[in-house]
């Protein structure tokens, strides 16, 4: 499994269902990574551009954008850890808002997807983060509370799993919290349980190369999930560089 304490810095570009390979190719030969190797780049395209990717980068991490909870046999399009594995991916987002939302995945299945990825060394992304809905009645920290006590498992630590707080209408809505609240919900989701104490703990939600550095100076912010401006290479060179 990947050092997560080697990296002071995670900035992982979720593609969601964008880019081809024509996009690849330009992506790879105009991005500029960061001399710094204290921060770790990770780029998550389609599950069906990772082969290609995985030939062609060396500089920056691959992740995947979702895993099955199963191991083998009759699952009909889904997508193992094992073939993750053969293709050298590092890291898996786990429980985006999306896919909770669009494909009604429980706290539950995101547990099992990452109990399985840490035991096969692959680092699980966990997502949470509150609708507005949830945000306007005043319950983000039950919600939280919540996704973070069924989610992550009782194999995760800091060595092999990373927390990502995504506000749900924060993204791709140009709306981010208030550079306090972030700083708050942060504190809180690091304080909830005392083996969060050293886990990496990324933001996202609407990051752009104006506001990135300014969230990541924060004390509990360890890092970026970032969507809409990681497909743009310049706006993505300028997250990553600054
Ligand atoms: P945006 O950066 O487009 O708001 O998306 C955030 C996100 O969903 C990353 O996983």
């Given at each position: 499994?990947?050092?997560?304490?080697?990296?002071?810095?995670?900035?992982?570009?979720?593609?969601?269902?964008?880019?081809?390979?024509?996009?690849?190719?330009?992506?790879?030969?105009?991005?500029?990574?960061?001399?710094?190797?204290?921060?770790?780049?990770?780029?998550?395209?389609?599950?069906?551009?990772?082969?290609?990717?995985?030939?062609?980068?060396?500089?920056?991490?691959?992740?995947?954008?979702?895993?099955?909870?199963?191991?083998?046999?009759?699952?009909?399009?889904?997508?193992?850890?094992?073939?993750?594995?053969?293709?050298?991916?590092?890291?898996?987002?786990?429980?985006?808002?999306?896919?909770?939302?669009?494909?009604?995945?429980?706290?539950?299945?995101?547990?099992?997807?990452?109990?399985?990825?840490?035991?096969?060394?692959?680092?699980?992304?966990?997502?949470?983060?509150?609708?507005?809905?949830?945000?306007?009645?005043?319950i983000t920290n039950e919600i939280l509370e919540e996704q973070l006590k069924n989610s992550i498992p009782i194999s995760s630590n800091f060595q092999n799993t990373i927390i990502a707080y995504e506000p749900v209408w924060a993204i791709g809505t140009g709306l981010t919290p208030t550079i306090e609240e972030i700083d708050v919900t942060h504190q809180f989701i690091r304080e909830h349980n005392v083996k969060f104490n050293k886990f990496k703990i990324l933001y996202g939600g609407s990051v752009k190369a104006d506001n990135v550095k300014l969230i990541t100076s924060l004390l509990n912010v360890d890092g970026a999930l970032i969507g809409g401006a990681s497909l743009k290479t310049d706006e993505f060179t300028k997250i990553i560089q600054d």
């Open positions: 499994m990947i050092k997560l304490d080697s990296f002071s810095l995670f900035f992982v570009a979720n593609w969601k269902l964008n880019g081809n390979f024509k996009f690849i190719d330009q992506f790879i030969s105009n991005i500029s990574l960061p001399r710094d190797k204290s921060k770790c780049v990770v780029i998550c395209p389609t599950s069906i551009h990772l082969d290609y990717m995985s030939k062609n980068i060396n500089d920056f991490y691959l992740g995947a954008q979702n895993v099955s909870q199963h191991k083998d046999g009759a699952y009909t399009g889904e997508i193992s850890v094992n073939s993750l594995s053969d293709l050298n991916v590092n890291f898996c987002i786990v429980g985006h808002s999306e896919r909770r939302q669009i494909f009604y995945e429980k706290n539950e299945e995101i547990n099992l997807k990452s109990v399985n990825l840490i035991k096969n060394n692959l680092v699980p992304i966990i997502c949470v983060g509150e609708t507005l809905q949830e945000k306007e009645k005043g």
